[in-house]
């Protein structure tokens, strides 16, 4: 079993920058592909980052040059960084993790972009 726990969401200006962080305890030895999703209010969930075992990563255009993943294998944690934000980016942050075994998802952290 896997839990994710994510920080790092708050209240940013536009054009600012935040990183969100997502935390994995249990066995992440299965997990195959990490991503970032969002959900606005009335909006379906997107995806707005992923990166595969091998690092291959992908974003929508949307977010392609201000959004960044990445991940820090020791600490079994996955970062978002996210620059140069605007209103229209601002949602519930969720982080997953899919493994051969189970799909995991992380509580989601609140991210608000306004002035």
């Known amino acids: 079993q896997v839990q994710l726990v994510e920080s790092g969401g708050g209240l940013v200006q536009p054009g600012g920058s935040l990183r969100l962080s997502c935390a994995a305890s249990?066995?992440?030895?299965?997990?195959?592909?990490m991503g970032w999703y969002r959900q606005a209010p009335g909006k379906q969930r997107e995806l707005v980052a992923g990166?595969?075992?091998?690092?291959?990563?992908n974003y929508p255009d949307s977010v392609k040059g201000r959004f960044t993943i990445s991940r820090d294998n020791a600490k079994k944690t996955v970062y978002l960084q996210m620059n140069s934000l605007k209103p229209e980016d601002t949602a519930v942050y969720y982080c997953?993790?899919?493994?051969?075994?189970?799909?995991?998802w992380g509580q989601g952290t609140q991210v608000t972009v306004s002035s």
């Open positions: 997953n993790m899919a493994s051969s075994v189970g799909d995991y």
């Open positions: 990166m595969t075992r091998g690092s291959s990563t």
């Open positions: 249990g066995s992440i030895f299965s997990i195959y592909f």
